[in-house]
C-alpha cells in the first residue's frame, strides 16, 4: 500500500486561510488502511478545521466527502458538482489523489492535507515499514524476497557492508539490516552460494533517472474505430 | 470566569464499569455535579476520536472517559487503546486551540460509587476553572452559556 501521514493541523488550517468553504476528499483505499486518509480522519480533520477557525473566530465550513480511489477517472468524476459549490477542497489522498484530482478539476484549488511517505505495509499494528521503491526492475528472486534497495540504507547489492552490527543498520539501530536477513534467509532456503555471486551494477534507467513513467497495454487501451479489418 | 458558569461535561462510560459506579453513587445517595451527562458504552475501546471531538464541536466544556481499572478490561485491551486515544486527542485539542486538560480519562471500578462522584467533581471543577468552551458562541447548540 502506499503509506502517509496527516500533516500538523496548524499547516493544514495555513493552506485554507484564505477560504471560507472548503471539501476535504478521503480516499478508500491505501490511505484508509493506514488510517490516514479513510472516512474516520476525513471526520478528525473536518472537526478540528471547523473547531480552530471557530475559535479565532473565522468560521469555516469544512463539508466532508470520500471516494473509492481518488487516482481514477470513474471514482472522482462524481465528484464535479460537489467540488464548483467550495473555494477548495482539501485532498486526504496521497500525492497521486492530489494530483489526480487537480487535473480534473483546474478550476478549482486542491491543496494536500497528507505526506505521502513511501510503498509498504503493516510490520505491526500501528507500524508502517517501507518494502519497495518501484525500481522499475525486480531482483527479490536473487535476494529471497528481501529488497536491499527500499531496505538497505546504502541499497547494496553486494552486502552487508561493514555497519551492519548484531543484524541492525548503523544507520538506524531500529532497522533491521536487509542483508542480515537475507543472509538468513538464502542460509533457510539453502541458497548461500548464490550470494557468493558478484551482482554487477544494477541498470537505474527503469528507476527515476529517466523522468516520470508510463507503463503501457495495448492490449488494454480502448480501441480506435478507423483501424479496420485486416 | 463568571462564578454563574454551569459548565456540560459529557461523560463516556463503559458499562461494565464506570456507568455501574454512576449507578451506585446515585443508590448511595452521593451526589455528583448535574454538569455530568453520561453516555453509556459497552467498552471506552469503543470511544473514537472523532465521537470526542463531535462532543467539543458541538459545546461541550469538558469530556470525561471512564473505563476500567487496568486490567480489569472486559474486552482485555480496550480502557488501554482508549488512554492511547485520549493522549493523542488531548494534544490534538491543544492544536485546535482548546485546551487539552478539558478531556481526561479516568479508571474505576463498578464497586467505586464514591470515587466516581469524586473524580466527575474534580473534573467539572478542572472545567469551570478553564472557563467556557470558546465555541458554544458558534456552534449549531447556540446560545452562550
Known amino acids: 500500500m502506499i503509506v502517509a501521514e496527516t500533516k500538523p493541523l496548524e499547516a493544514v488550517a495555513r493552506m485554507v486561510q484564505g477560504y471560507d468553504r472548503v471539501l476535504a476528499v478521503g480516499c478508500g483505499t491505501c490511505v484508509t488502511v493506514c488510517f490516514s486518509g479513510g472516512r474516520k480522519e476525513v471526520a478528525t480533520l473536518a472537526a478540528s478545521l471547523r473547531m480552530k477557525r471557530g475559535i479565532e473566530g473565522k468560521p469555516l465550513q469544512v463539508d466532508e466527502a470520500i471516494v473509492q480511489r481518488q487516482c481514477e477517472w470513474e471514482y472522482i468524476d462524481p465528484l464535479a458538482d460537489q467540488v464548483r459549490q467550495y473555494d477548495a477542497v482539501l485532498s486526504l489522498g496521497c500525492g497521486v489523489g492530489v494530483q489526480a484530482l487537480a487535473q480534473r478539476f483546474p478550476g478549482t484549488r486542491v491543496l494536500p492535507a497528507l505526506d505521502t511517505l513511501f510503498m509498504g505495509m503493516p510490520s505491526e499494528q500501528g507500524v508502517w515499514e517501507e518494502r519497495c521503491q518501484a525500481c522499475g526492475a525486480c531482483i527479490l528472486d536473487k535476494t529471497g524476497g528481501i529488497c536491499p534497495v527500499s531496505r538497505c540504507a546504502k541499497q547494496l547489492f553486494n552486502g552487508p557492508c561493514g555497519g551492519s552490527r548484531n543484524g541492525r543498520c548503523e544507520v538506524d539501530a531500529q532497522v533491521l539490516c536487509a542483508w542480515h536477513l537475507i543472509w538468513e534467509r538464502a542460509e533457510a532456503l539453502g541458497m548461500t552460494d548464490a550470494l557468493m555471486e558478484l551482482e554487477p551494477p544494477k541498470d537505474w534507467s527503469t528507476s527515476r533517472d529517466g523522468g516520470p513513467r508510463r507503463m503501457l497495454r495495448d492490449d488494454l487501451r480502448v480501441p480506435r474505430e478507423e483501424e479496420g479489418d485486416e | 470566569m463568571s462564578g454563574d458558569f454551569q459548565p456540560d461535561v459529557v461523560a463516556f462510560c463503559c458499562r461494565h464499569c464506570a456507568y455501574a459506579a454512576a449507578d451506585l453513587a446515585g443508590g448511595s445517595r452521593q451526589s455528583y455535579p448535574s454538569a455530568i451527562k453520561i453516555v453509556e458504552l459497552p467498552c471506552t ?57 478539558r478531556l481526561r480519562m479516568v479508571n474505576i471500578s463498578a464497586a467505586m460509587g464514591i470515587r466516581f462522584a469524586e473524580l466527575a467533581g474534580e473534573h467539572v471543577e478542572r472545567v469551570r476553572s478553564l472557563g467556557p468552551n470558546p465555541l458554544r458562541r458558534t456552534t449549531k447548540q447556540g446560545a452562550p452559556a
Open chain 2, 45 to 101: 475501546g469503543r470511544i473514537d476520536v472523532v465521537n470526542v471531538l463531535h462532543a467539543f464541536e458541538d459545546g461541550a466544556d469538558g469530556v470525561l472517559i471512564a473505563g476500567c481499572l487496568s486490567g480489569k478490561c472486559h474486552y482485555l485491551k480496550g480502557n488501554l487503546y482508549a488512554r492511547q486515544r485520549v493522549d493523542y486527542l488531548r494534544a490534538l485539542l491543544n492544536e485546535i486551540g482548546l485546551d487539552g486538560e
